[in-house]
């Protein structure tokens, strides 16, 4: 690896603190039923501490010249794929395999954080998800209303998954060494979501009412019912005035199952 030439457009920077890679494998909860994926393996450095699990684990990696270091990696439980996660069929990969539980485990590039996780999400049942990311994408992820980074991914994630943080991760902890901070976050799946009378369409509000972030309601959501829309806030004592920053994950279900 000495002379490999790290490509920062494959937001190729390489966990070389064997304290973080310990503590986001230690974070996982792996049963005998479970596989695990990872995308980008990069050397392999976490891969190498996953498949100690025994259970299968499938990895993506987009740099082919990464492949005589991954493939010095002796185990029969790992598969590792070369081409971009994103253009993935993951049906297809997992149909090979039985399990139960899919955790993705992942030093992510950030340039892609948000697509990876949402084709994760929207593609399987996935239960679990340790990632590395940028420490301010981890703050939205993990966002409560009424602070400056809660937006429709805070309450899309948070509507799927109970979101905590692992660790922060200092700039120190890469080669080469990146210009922003990380954190490792965990996504588990809720055992029960809310009651949601129509996804689409809850969705859909959640992204609508938040597309002017500084505006209120009423003009987020002017395209809607807003007659409607003030009597599901009334029961919750709020109001067209108030921004989408205010509600939480609770009164947005609240507003689209009154609406639909
Ligand atoms: N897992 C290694 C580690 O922790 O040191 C490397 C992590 S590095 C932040 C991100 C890795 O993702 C790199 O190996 C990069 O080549 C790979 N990568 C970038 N884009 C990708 C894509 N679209 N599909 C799969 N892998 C990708």
């Not at 005589?68 to 990696?73: A, H, M, N, Q, V």
């Given at each position: 690896m000495n002379s490999f030439k790290f490509k920062k457009s494959l937001g190729q920077n390489f966990l070389i603190d064997d304290n973080i890679?310990?503590?986001i494998v230690n974070s996982a909860s792996i049963l005998k039923d479970s596989i695990i994926i990872e995308v980008g393996p990069g050397n392999g450095s976490i891969t190498k501490l996953l498949v100690e699990f025994g259970v299968p684990v499938v990895a993506f990696e987009i740099d082919l010249r990464l492949k005589?270091?991954?493939?010095?990696?002796d185990s029969s439980n790992?598969?590792?794929i070369?081409?971009?996660f994103l253009s993935v069929n993951l049906d297809d990969v997992l149909s090979k395999y039985s399990y139960e539980r899919i955790h993705l485990i992942a030093n992510l590039p950030y340039y892609i954080t948000t697509p990876i996780i949402n084709k994760v999400i929207k593609e399987t049942?996935?239960?679990e998800m340790i990632v590395m990311v940028q420490k301010e994408v981890g703050d939205r992820f993990m966002a409560k209303p009424n602070s400056k980074d809660y937006n429709s991914l805070s309450v899309f994630l948070q509507y799927y998954f109970d979101i905590s943080k692992v660790t922060t991760v200092s700039k120190n902890s890469f080669f080469p060494r990146p210009n922003v901070d990380s954190?490792?976050?965990k996504f588990t799946k809720k055992e029960e979501l809310l009651k949601v009378n129509d996804l689409d369409f809850f969705l859909k509000l959640v992204r609508d009412a938040f597309t002017q972030k500084r505006k209120n309601l009423r003009n987020n959501l002017s395209l809607?019912?807003?007659e409607k829309v003030e009597k599901a806030l009334f029961e919750i004592g709020k109001d067209l005035t108030y921004r989408a920053e205010q509600l939480s994950l609770e009164d947005f279900v609240h507003i689209a199952n009154y609406l639909k």
């Open positions: 890679k310990r503590k005589s270091e991954l493939e010095k990696i790992l598969e590792v070369f081409q971009d049942s996935v239960y954190v490792v976050v809607y019912d807003l």
